[in-house]
Nanobody, 127 residues
Framework: QVQLVESGGGLVQPGGSLRLSCAASGFTLDDYPIGWFRQAPGKEREGVSCISNRDGSTYYADSVKGRFTISRDNAKNTVYLQMNSLNPEDTAIYYC????????????????????WGQGTQVTVSS
């Protein structure tokens, strides 16, 4: 069964850090670009970041640039999202999917059309 499983979320205070993991089962993650998406209550799902499987190029949404870092460990078949300097606006359910986008619009379009989302992992930033 081909599956992506997100983990690593939790409750963190403003200014804190979390590292999310996107683990693949049933396929080799290195064969696909991987994107992280998030959906906050009452908002559309949006693209946060992505990483190419060809040249390692990355994209970050303006709202997370300089605070989040995406990386991949092919040996562990896992893609990570290191999130630093978290703020309450980062509160959302975070999902990963086989995607690469270079603009916010592309990320939003993929998020709207993709239909195989996993459970996601909840990130709550609150004092």
């Amino acid at each position: 069964q081909v599956q992506l499983v997100e983990s690593g979320g939790g409750l963190v205070q403003p200014g804190g850090s979390l590292r999310l993991s996107c683990a693949a089962s049933g396929f080799t993650l290195d064969d696909y670009p991987i994107g992280w998406f998030r959906q906050a209550p009452g908002k559309e799902r949006e693209g946060v970041s992505c990483i190419s499987n060809r040249d390692g190029s990355t994209y970050y949404a303006d709202s997370v640039k300089g605070r989040f870092t995406i990386s991949r460990d092919n040996a562990k078949n896992t893609v990570y999202l290191q999130m630093n300097s978290l703020n309450p606006e980062d509160t959302a359910i975070y999902y990963c999917a086989p995607a690469f986008f270079t603009t916010a619009q592309e990320g939003a379009r993929f998020a709207k059309d993709y239909g195989d989302w996993g459970q996601g992992t909840q990130v709550t930033v609150s004092s």
